[in-house]
């Protein structure tokens, strides 16, 4: 009995094993485009037998356009197999992309790294960041101090206990916010925490200034706390959430890339409708496990634009403009290397984008 | 026919001792190039063969030299590699003797009493599965982002070993030395100190061991908690900027003096469990 009993536990044990290390179908954050039907239709462009095409995109605004073209089947009738995946935050999207398990990403300020490694090319820019701020509590003396877009000053902000997100964005604009006031990190408390953690620990009223992004700008707008300076206002520049892809898929794909760039341009032109963006945002976020207040969705909208046809028509975008001054000062920062440092100008790449949309722009360092 | 007899070996003190030696010295021979294999392997996949990128892996070479610049530099994430430690151990350390000292007599109690066990089992069962990392948000909202809440969430995850090896130790208490010692006219409290304890110390000292690997191991979780300093933020940090040399000098550290806490652990508990 004992030995029966042994037998029939060591081959369940296997099954199980071998069933975990098998395919996997669909997890739930990773989704895949299957065409419905095997035979083109008179949309499709030509069909062609093209690899599965792994795309990353993160929880927050700059992964809703992905999302929103995947959903409504335009990668599929662009030809393209793709498969989706959601993730957390930017750095995991770089060690995926370090493992060569994503082809092409859609992410944020952690994308930079990427490129400072010279394994990416920044193809697009996806929206705008304004959202990036630094909020401080309504009966704070830093709100009662005189400031145009910035408020504080020497005298308040020192000493402040600053909630923040070491080597994001928020630590960049919580650098430039402070050096307004000729002051340095060494002047406050940084306290490091992630976005969502730092933001229950301010207001359940922990700390004196937080560093943050959206949903939780939003939500902090939304319940009344006093933004004293967005990361544009501290630093004078427009960061940008973007599209990027590892230098072999674009040496190795470039039909795909140019198609993938132009159902995501479509995807954003689509979405310049609010009440399209905001009915689609609401539910998606929810299910991708960001919870926004129709509140502060509305609120994300005036802080948070996606790029588009008309965006990118204006004389004087440049693509990628942004990162090489933030990666300059990361290299101070000693985050990214002295000899990586050109690797991020020569990392822009805006001529795919250019074929996919028939627009003639700039890129960084042209 | 019939039963062999072997002629007993006397072999002279000093040839044993060789022999000991020579054992003792081969035995480590065999760990030292195991682990130098292991390092030749790792090197082979990243700047042998470059079947890795040096982006997804550090290479042992640059692992090493990015360990002794830490040694000295601040930067990227604004302490050095001994300002990180010192911070790690502290945490650790404090977490870990909280356990202990609250872990042990607790577990003894709840073997020796019942109404002990009985009030304290149902919550011990509930939080003993429940990892550390998911006890944050709360023990922000409590405790608040200082240090308190860091030592708090080590000590959950060391606690559970301590109760758990006391409790069985003192339960593995043979009934025949517990009636030996009633024989004799021992109360409960004399047969708990001279009888229980003394028999349980194996498990107890095992639990200890076992809590300071957990301690050490849940720094990790530990320093997402609000820190600017320790081992867990470094590679947190590392992570985010996309530096895989400085998460595995990281991870370097921490496996190290894990090892060197186990084996002064390994002497203290010989030296008191010696004999028994």
């Known amino acids: ?366 | 026919m019939g039963i062999q007899r072997t002629q007993a070996v006397i072999i002279p003190r000093m040839e044993v001792k060789k022999l000991v030696k020579k054992k003792r010295v081969r035995n480590t021979a065999i760990s030292i190039f195991t682990l130098l294999m292991i390092v030749f392997i790792w090197w082979l996949v990243t700047d042998g063969l470059h079947l890795v990128a040096s982006s997804a892996m550090a290479s042992p070479v640059k692992v090493v030299q990015t360990f002794f610049r830490k040694m000295t530099d601040k930067s990227p994430d604004g302490a050095t590699l001994l300002q990180h430690t010192l911070a790690s151990l502290k945490i650790a350390m404090v977490g870990y003797f909280l356990a202990v000292i609250i872990g042990v007599p607790l577990g003894i109690f709840m073997a020796w009493i019942k109404v002990v066990d009985l009030m304290v089992r149902p919550i011990f069962d509930l939080i003993r599965t429940i990892p550390g990392i998911a006890w944050i948000s709360l023990l922000i909202i409590v405790f608040g982002v200082g240090n308190t809440s860091r030592y708090i969430v080590v000590f959950l995850a060391a606690v559970v070993p301590c109760i758990l090896n006391s409790f069985s130790g003192i339960k593995q208490t043979k009934d025949v030395h517990l009636w030996v010692g009633q024989t004799f006219g021992a109360g409960s409290r004399q047969l708990l100190w001279s009888v229980a304890i003394p028999t349980a110390l194996p498990m107890i000292m095992t639990g200890v061991k076992v809590a300071l690997g957990a301690s050490w191991m849940t720094i990790v979780a530990a320093e997402l908690l609000a820190s600017s300093r320790g081992l867990g933020f470094m590679i947190q940090q590392g992570r985010g900027i996309y530096r895989p040399d400085i998460i595995m000098v990281g991870m370097v550290v921490i496996g190290i003096i894990g090892g060197i806490m186990a084996k002064v652990l390994d002497l203290i508990s010989k030296a008191i469990i010696k004999g028994r």
């Open chain 1, 1 to 366: 009995m004992k030995k029966l009993t042994a037998v029939i536990l060591a081959v369940v044990m296997s099954v199980v094993c071998f069933a975990g290390c098998g395919n996997k179908t669909e997890p739930d954050n990773t989704v895949s485009s299957t065409p419905a039907s095997s035979e083109p239709s008179e949309t499709q462009p030509e069909s062609k037998d093209f690899e599965q095409l792994n795309v990353a995109c993160i929880v927050f605004s700059s992964g809703i356009p992905v999302l929103y073209a995947y959903d409504m089947g335009w990668f599929e009738e662009a030809g393209l197999d793709v498969n989706l995946e959601v993730f957390a935050n930017g750095a995991a999207v770089n060690e995926a992309i370090a493992a060569k398990q994503i082809d092409i990403a859609v992410s944020g300020f952690a994308s930079v790294y990427a490129l400072a490694a010279s394994e990416c090319t920044w193809l697009a820019d996806v929206n705008t960041t304004n959202s990036i701020a630094i909020y401080a509590r309504p009966d704070s003396d830093i709100v009662t101090a005189s400031g145009d877009a910035l408020l504080g000053s020497a005298e308040t902000v020192k000493g402040k206990k600053i909630i923040t997100n070491l080597g994001t964005s928020s630590q960049y604009n919580v650098d430039t916010y402070l050096s307004q006031f000729g002051l340095t990190e060494s002047d406050v408390e940084m306290i490091h925490m992630d976005y969502s953690t730092g933001y229950q620990s301010f207001i359940a009223g922990e700390g004196d200034l937080i560093a943050t992004s959206n949903p939780y700008s939003a939500d902090l707008d939304a319940a009344g706390y006093v933004n004293v300076g967005t990361l544009t206002a501290t630093s004078g520049i427009s960061l940008m959430d973007g599209c990027f892809a590892r230098n072999a898929v674009v040496e190795n794909r470039p039909e795909e890339v140019t198609l993938f760039l132009g159902v995501l341009l479509k995807a954003m032109d689509a979405l310049q409708d609010e009440e399209v963006r905001f009915e689609y945002s609401l539910d998606k976020f929810a299910e991708i496990g960001n919870t926004y207040t129709e509140e502060g969705l509305r609120s994300e909208f005036t802080t948070t634009k996606y790029v588009g046809t008309e965006f990118i028509s204006r004389e004087d975008y440049v693509l990628g403009g942004a990162w090489v001054p933030i990666a300059e000062w990361l290299t101070t920062e000693g985050k990214i290397s002295e000899e990586n440092l050109p690797n991020i100008a020569k990392s822009i790449d805006g001529s795919f984008l250019c074929e996919a949309s028939g627009i003639n722009f700039k890129s960084y360092g042209e």
